[in-house]
């Protein structure tokens, strides 16, 4: 089968539509190289974007690389291609995350990706209170077989389980209190300006970090704490947060990467659902406290994300790097 000619400007797309993806902090740490003779895109994780402190082993960077390639694929059926995809492809380079071979398609494809693309643009991260309205059990078995189709398991803890994962939360945030370290990572990836008054083009900007919570702790990272913000606002948040646990059977970087095409996978179809979402990973930050929000009673006992899920305000955009920044074209 002739391989399909890509222009520049699809390349550009494909990215465009890739660095969509959430990343921790929303650091953006990719990198993607067209490689034009073999119509192959290579996405390489950037360590100058690493949480040296929070991530020491890059398990969150390979989370939020790996939701761009899912984007990447996503993209790839929209404009009539097949994405065949090689995970860690270079033993040599352990920076090198993924290699993407943009073919025609086969008719193999997972069409089911294609239905997902409009959802790109309207996921956003949420810091603001859901209702209280439960998330349809449709809806959520739904979630779960989106996981499954990368290899992960979707879980929804039970009240006990919900009580020792929500514990572990404010757990985490009493460590980054204390943690110098750790406060300086937060503030060096936040702006106290919004994202249409601010210059920068990464990071979580004020109008992204939600109101203060009023009445207890919140269950979404509280970015104000390192950037004050004076008019941010207070708000009652639900009462019993409606969480998932992303896991996976072991804890390879391969897993990671499964995890962070799966998170992606299931985060869009919760948009095109009409859900809203967040992540809380701040308790999988300790590795002690990593530990303790697993399922004991599950197989895949690797927790690799802590979504939460619910009807609310979708919240705003956050700014993204421009795709001439982050995309080379090699021979």
């Known amino acids: ?121 309207r996921r956003h991260t949420s810091r603001f209170p859901f209702s209280d309205e439960l998330v349809p059990e449709a809806l959520m078995d739904g979630l779960k077989s989106a ?24 757990d985490a945030e009493h460590r980054e209190e204390i943690d110098p370290l750790v406060r300086a990572e937060s503030s060096a990836w936040t702006s106290a300006a919004s994202a249409a008054a601010g210059t920068r083009r990464d990071g979580i900007p004020a109008d992204a970090f939600g109101p203060r919570s009023s009445a207890g702790p919140s269950p979404v990272r509280d970015f104000g704490r390192a950037q004050p913000v004076a008019d941010r606002g207070w708000a009652v948040f639900e009462k019993r947060p409606q969480l998932a646990l992303l896991s996976t059977e072991t804890d390879t970087r391969v897993d990671w990467l499964r995890a962070g095409q799966a998170l992606e996978r299931v985060l869009l179809q919760a948009t095109a659902d009409g859900l809203a979402t967040s992540m809380t990973s701040q308790p999988l930050e300790w590795p002690e406290l990593r530990w303790t929000a697993r399922d ?8 690799q994300m802590v979504l939460r899920l619910g009807y609310g305000p979708p919240g705003p955009a956050t700014p993204r790097r421009p795709v001439t920044e982050v995309l080379q074209f090699r021979a």
């Open 1 to 121: 089968m002739t391989a399909p000619r890509l222009t520049p400007d699809t390349v550009a797309a494909l990215v465009g539509d890739a660095v969509l993806a959430p990343s921790m902090h929303n650091a953006q740490p990719w990198r993607f190289v067209f490689r034009q003779n073999v119509n192959v895109i290579e996405l390489h994780g950037d360590p100058e974007r690493a949480m040296t402190r929070t991530d020491p082993n890059h398990r969150a960077l390979h989370l939020g690389c790996a939701a761009a390639l899912h984007n990447l694929r996503v993209s790839a059926v929209r404009h009539g291609l097949r994405a065949r995809v090689r995970l860690l492809p270079d033993a040599s380079d352990p920076w090198l995350l993924s290699t993407a071979h943009l073919e025609a398609p086969t008719g193999s494809e997972d069409h089911e990706l294609r239905s997902l693309y409009d959802a790109l643009r």
């Open 147 to 170: 996981a499954r189709l990368e290899g992960c398991r979707l879980t929804v803890p039970g009240d006990w389980h919900i009580e020792t994962v929500l514990g572990l939360v404010r």
């Open 296 to 303: 004991p009673l599950a197989a895949m006992g690797h927790v």
